[in-house]
């Protein structure tokens, strides 16, 4: 049974930085692809960032150029390293996978963005 288990989240400035990780247990981390979604307040939950399991990286518009999503197979990780973070980007922020069709999810992790 595969894990999720994020951590980092916490309030920030705007304009400041943080970085989130994400540790998988309980399967083959390498062979995955990984994504961080997010769900703000009254909005749909929305695909900020994906990694391939070659560390291809794929990211969402209103995040381009601000996030970078990055893997480490030996340690069973993806992090997310967020900077000139704007309110906005307040949201609870998932780590997820998918195996065999089934969709993975981690219990989230706050991230507000405030002054």
């Known amino acids: 049974q595969v894990q999720l288990v994020e951590s980092g989240g916490g309030l920030v400035q705007p304009g400041g930085s943080l970085r989130l990780s994400c540790a998988a247990s309980?399967?083959?981390?390498?062979?995955?692809?990984m994504n961080w979604y997010r769900r703000a307040p009254g909005k749909q939950r929305e695909l900020v960032a994906a990694?391939?399991?070659?560390?291809?990286?794929n990211y969402s518009d209103s995040v381009k150029g601000r996030f970078t999503i990055s893997r480490d197979n030996a340690k069973n990780t993806v992090d997310l390293q967020m900077i000139s973070l704007k309110p906005e980007d307040t949201a609870v922020y998932y780590c997820?996978?998918?195996?065999?069709?089934?969709?993975?999810w981690g219990q989230g992790t706050q991230v507000t963005v405030s002054s």
């Open positions: 309980g399967s083959i981390f390498s062979i995955y692809a």
């Open positions: 990694i391939t399991t070659g560390s291809i990286t």
């Open positions: 997820t996978t998918t195996i065999s069709g089934i969709p993975i």
